[in-house]
Each structure stands twice: as structure tokens, then as C-alpha cells.
């Protein structure tokens, strides 16, 4: 199994002028000493409007800057927006193909439908964002084999035109899909592309269901490039602290029961709805074709609710001092949550492995965390954890 990187670009407080450089040379930083320490792939997202939650609005760009900074790392798409009225697939390609050729070949390209604010921002029809992700995997392989291409297909025609730059990997750089329903993971199979599963906080047991959709679908795979990739990867929020106490402190459990409050807001949906899906009452994705719904801080949820992690947000939401020890005791039972000292990372990692698991993105860098606290958790995962997966241990 490989430890990448999955990067959100996040600044909890409120926006204040060179706040973005800072989050920006921050994440050279990172990623400069993620490459060093071995790490497997830099995943970076697209968000627009999403202020505190995500400055990655330019990720091609950010990723463009980050190949003239490291070495080895890949670097990744968690995706491109694949609506059409927000990424044309030739737009796609050419940069895709650009980003390769500077990094010297190191791409990943994902592409990921977004979510109902983002559809709502860019006007685009819901009911076409699953075949226009799937039309543009299809196009995208045939637009950067030599020659002319042309399109006719149902959501998008191109006449005849030679695409340029073309990759420098042959014949393409890996394609992915992301995916948080059985649905969409599927399809990914069928699809032959990689798939990028963004079900962090899910049971353990849920993730396996849902590695085995994926699965489910590579056994009927009509692949849409030249050639398949069978790569499960699942984001984790993650930190590894050399010790119990050194983690408790960083503040990492904080930070990830911020993340889980924030998403209600960045996706629109009713806080206790997005709550009940936290308790596991309803699938994370239940909401995901839904109408982008405006947040209402009116909606906080119980202060004594009987799940210590509900618990825990609703008083963080509520601007309330939480106690530490208590948020990363609530967390320990989550095994898809991998924040810990070295031997409870590497446990959590043990059960992602048990279930077909080839890559974890770990999302590192979150909330409020203090750049100097994500700094000690690549420093120290990529001392104690990535040798060990690279060797198989």
C-alpha cells in the first residue's frame, strides 16, 4: 500500500489580505518534504466559492508549481470538475498534458463530478454530470494519441482538431474517477479507471463494501484508455505523532471534527441530516444528488448527544473549549481515522490493507492545524510508515 498526500488548501479564520501566499508556500513546504520523505502522490482538489474550506480553486496551476519544487512525487487530480459548463474535456486534456510534460512525467489525472453548490455556481444540469465525467474519460485518452481527433457524442461535438501539447507518459498518465457511492465506484471499475474514494469517516466495514464495488465492477471492465487501472485509493484524514501525548497536543482531532463540520456547509446539506449521516444512520452520499441547500447556523445539534464524536462537533460547532484527550479518545475506535503515535497509525493502515486498499490519501493538512504540526506528521510517517509499505511489511 502507498501513503500519498491529499490536499484541501484550508484556512479556518476568517479571509485577511496575503492569507493565500502563506497557504500556498506553506504547501511547497509540504510537498517538498513529502517528495523527500517518499511519499507516493500529491493529490490536490478543485473547489470555487469555498472559502476557509478549500483555496484550491487552480489546482493545475498549483500542481504546475509544485513539479518545479520536487523530484519523485506524482502529482494528482482529485479531480478536475468534469461538467462540461466548468471544464471543457479539451481544456482538460491540454493542461493535463502540459502539467506532465513540465513535472517530467509524474500525472495523475482524476476527474470528479463536484457537488450541487459548485453546480449551482457554474449553472450546470445535474442529471448530465454523471455521463459528461464518463464521456470526457472516454475522449480525453483519444485526444492525446497523435493525429486529428473529432467528437460526437451526446453532451459535446468537436470538430476535427489536433490536440497539443500531447503527455510525455505513454501511452497515458493514469486516469481516475472520484467516487462516494456504490454507484460511482462501480462505474469506475467498469470504467477501468482508478477510483478516488472520498468516504472518509465511514465505518471500516463500510469502506470494504465499497472497495468491493469498485472491484465488482473491473470484472465487467470495458476500459475507456489504453490500458486499466485497477489502484483503489481512499482519503483518511491522518496524523502521526511519535507519541500519544505529542498527537493529543498537535491538535489533529480537532482539526478533523472541524473538517466534518465545515463539509455540511461546502455541500449543502441540512446540518442534522449531515449529522445522522456522521452516526452512520443514513450513507455519507444520501445527499449527494440533492439541491444545494444554504447553511443555517440555527441547526447545532445536541451538546450532551449520546455519540461522543456528534458530541464533540456540535460543541466545536457551537464555539464551545472541547478537552482534547476526550477528541482523541473518541476518534481511537475510528479505523478510518488514522490519527495517532506510530503503532495506532500503523494498526489503522493494517485494516485499509485487510481490505484491498492500494493507496491512502491523507488528508494532513486541515482545519486549524498549525503548518509546523503537519510538517512532524510527514516528517514522522515518512521515517516509521512509508518504508514499511514500500517493503511490504
Not at 110 to 139: H, K, M
Not at 237 to 263: R, Y
Amino acid at each position: 500500500m502507498i501513503l500519498d498526500i491529499f490536499a484541501e488548501l484550508q484556512n479556518p479564520a476568517p479571509r485577511r489580505h496575503g492569507v493565500e501566499r502563506r497557504i500556498f508556500l506553506e504547501a511547497i513546504e509540504q510537498a517538498r518534504l513529502a517528495d523527500e520523505m517518499g511519499f507516493g502522490c500529491w493529490w490536490a482538489v478543485e473547489h470555487h466559492g469555498s472559502p476557509q474550506f478549500s483555496y484550491s480553486s487552480a489546482p493545475d496551476l498549483m500542481l504546475a508549481v509544485l513539479s518545479q519544487h520536487t523530484e519523485r512525487i506524482r502529482l494528482g487530480h482529485s479531480g478536475v470538475l468534469g461538467p462540461f459548463d466548468i471544464n471543457h474535456p479539451m481544456r482538460i486534456a491540454e493542461r493535463a498534458a502540459f502539467l506532465d510534460n513540465v513535472s517530467g512525467g509524474r500525472l495523475e489525472l482524476g476527474i470528479a463530478r463536484s457537488v450541487p453548490y459548485e453546480w449551482e455556481t457554474f449553472c450546470v444540469d445535474p442529471d448530465v454530470t454523471r455521463e459528461q465525467v464518463a464521456e470526457a474519460l472516454r475522449i480525453i485518452p483519444q485526444m492525446w494519441r497523435e493525429g486529428p481527433f473529432r467528437c460526437d457524442g451526446k453532451h459535446l461535438r468537436i470538430p476535427e482538431r489536433e490536440v497539443v501539447p500531447k503527455p510525455l507518459q505513454q501511452p497515458h498518465p493514469p486516469l481516475w474517477v472520484t467516487g462516494a457511492t456504490p454507484e460511482g465506484l462501480e462505474n469506475a471499475g467498469r470504467m477501468g479507471v482508478g477510483v478516488l474514494a472520498t468516504i472518509m469517516f465511514s465505518p471500516i466495514e463500510t469502506i470494504g463494501e465499497y472497495v468491493g464495488y469498485y472491484r465488482r465492477g473491473l470484472e465487467q471492465c470495458k476500459p475507456v484508455g489504453d490500458f486499466v487501472n485497477r489502484q483503489a485509493a481512499c482519503a483518511s484524514f491522518f496524523h502521526c505523532g511519535e507519541t500519544v501525548d505529542e498527537t493529543i497536543a498537535s491538535g489533529a482531532g480537532e482539526a478533523a471534527l472541524w473538517f466534518m463540520n465545515a463539509q455540511a456547509k461546502v455541500f449543502g446539506i441540512p446540518r442534522l441530516d449531515w449529522l445522522e449521516a456522521c452516526r452512520g444512520s443514513m450513507p455519507l452520499h444520501a445527499n449527494s444528488n440533492n439541491p444545494f441547500v444554504a447553511p443555517s447556523d440555527d441547526e447545532g445539534g445536541d451538546l450532551d448527544d449520546p455519540m461522543p464524536v456528534i458530541r464533540l462537533m456540535n460543541r466545536l460547532h457551537a464555539g464551545l473549549d472541547v478537552d482534547p484527550v476526550e477528541v482523541y479518545e473518541a476518534l481511537l475506535p475510528i479505523d478510518s481515522v488514522i490519527i495517532g503515535d506510530v503503532e495506532v497509525c500503523r494498526r489503522k493502515l493494517a485494516r485499509y490493507a485487510e481490505l484491498g486498499v492500494d493507496r491512502i490519501m491523507c488528508l494532513m493538512q486541515m482545519g486549524y492545524l498549525p503548518h509546523e504540526q503537519v510538517m512532524k506528521s510527514i516528517r514522522a510517517a515518512g521515517k516509521h510508515l512509508v518504508p514499511e509499505l514500500a517493503a511490504g511489511a
